[in-house]
Nanobody, 124 residues
Framework: QVQLVESGGGLVQAGGSLRLSCAASGRTFTSYTMGWFRQAPGKEREFVAAISWRGSNTYYADSVKGRFTISRDNAKNTVYLQMNTLKPEDTAVYYC?????????????????WGQGTQVTVSS
């Protein structure tokens, strides 16, 4: 497995931006499709975005398409989530995850490793 540590969460006003980072260690980072999920209080964990090992393919939830951008730097073993035009409904704990599946359309059950999460709070 790969170990994942998220950072970059915080409190931001609606319309603002944040960039989350997820640093990976352990197994070869380029073996993994990387994803971001989020979980709001009282709700199930939901998919946000995913990126292929080379970074050439990305996939987004409809709720964040056009506002969020996932990227990765394989030299730094890090994946990012740039979040713009944030809304109060984006408030959640955001989790980074890694999957050995070769597609970006990976079910939650297909992710093998998870980070501990970072809190994002968007005030209205």
């Amino acid at each position: 497995q790969v170990q994942l540590v998220e950072s970059g969460g915080g409190l931001v006003q609606a319309g603002g931006s944040l960039r989350l980072s997820c640093a990976a260690s352990g197994r070869t980072f380029t073996s993994y499709t990387m994803g971001w999920f989020r979980q709001a209080p009282g709700k199930e964990r939901e998919f946000v975005a995913a990126i292929s090992w080379r970074g050439s393919n990305t996939y987004y939830a409809d709720s964040v398409k056009g506002r969020f951008t996932i990227s990765r730097d394989n030299a730094k073993n890090t994946v990012y989530l740039q979040m713009n035009t944030l809304k109060p409904e984006d408030t959640a704990v955001y989790y980074c995850a890694a999957s050995l599946m070769s597609t970006v359309v990976v079910p939650r059950s297909g992710y093998d490793s998870w980070g501990q999460g970072t809190q994002v709070t968007v005030s209205s």
